[in-house]
């Protein structure tokens, strides 16, 4: 029994049996999966495989059909959980950038902190201001969304889920919105956070950020884990034929 709870007790996020249908349309059939406290796990696979719709689910963005997900030992698919709360310690970024165009940059990262975590502005500014200069964008607190290149944007959003003292981040293909040139600088950002040791769950196409930063990669298809492994061995030697032929085409 001891060992059993010495297992799970370090988990940050733990999925068990989860189904998700869009309708008719099993998107999620049955997924088991979790990721440790401090670990980077990266999540790979072909359109449509439902690696986002996963993603989604771990903050209740999407409502899952059936199963269980256990953020840091609650169970946030119980329906008299504070889901306010639970998505307070759980940071996100998307794949387009969500940032209110008609605030600046200071505006956009202080709003939440105030309204939630009710922080008065001072002390909202000054975690702003961290934040920002963490992301490579002090100086950058006046200027509004629109005047910003899309890797810049895309770092003002990393900064503003940081600004909520997370203690975890999703990212949904944080970088595939990108023009190739700006993808570099939003990855160093990640790679910075994981070597702080926050615990990352990424949906990316980035294999060599993968293989670099990440500690577990799961690759899926058709609403399934095709396979997980060290980020080295699954990518040099995939040994799942689904995962062989998606790997022969991105690597």
Avoid: W
Wanted: proline fraction near 4%; aromatic fraction near 4%.
């Amino acid at each position: 029994m001891t060992t059993d709870m010495n297992k799970t007790s370090n988990r940050a996020i733990e999925v068990r049996e989860l189904h998700k249908y869009f309708g008719e349309n099993e998107v999620l059939k049955g997924i088991d999966f979790h990721v440790d406290q401090g670990q980077v796990v990266c999540v790979i696979g072909p359109s449509g495989s439902g690696k986002s719709t996963l993603l989604r689910c771990v903050n209740r963005l999407e409502e899952p059909t059936s199963g269980k997900i256990i953020v840091e030992g609650v169970d946030i698919t119980d329906e008299e959980i504070d889901l306010d709360q639970i998505r307070s310690r759980i940071g996100m970024v998307f794949q387009s950038f969500n940032l209110f165009p008609h605030m600046t940059v200071m505006q956009n990262l202080c709003i939440a902190q105030q309204r939630v975590k009710k922080r008065n502005k001072t002390e909202a500014v000054e975690i702003a201001r961290a934040n920002l200069a963490k992301v490579g964008l002090a100086g950058k607190e006046d200027a509004y969304p629109a005047h910003l290149s899309g890797g810049q944007q895309q770092r003002v959003a990393i900064a503003r889920a940081l600004s909520m003292d997370p203690d975890m981040m999703l990212f949904d293909e944080p970088t595939s919105a990108l023009d190739p040139e700006l993808v570099g600088d939003v990855l160093d950002v990640m790679r910075q956070l994981a070597q702080e040791g926050m615990t990352m769950m990424v949906v990316t196409h980035e294999m060599g950020f993968a293989r670099e930063v990440g500690d577990k990669l799961v690759f899926m298809d058709g609403g399934v884990i095709v396979e997980a492994g060290d980020p080295h061995e699954v990518l040099a030697n995939p040994q799942h034929e689904r995962t062989q032929a998606f790997l022969s085409k991105v690597l």
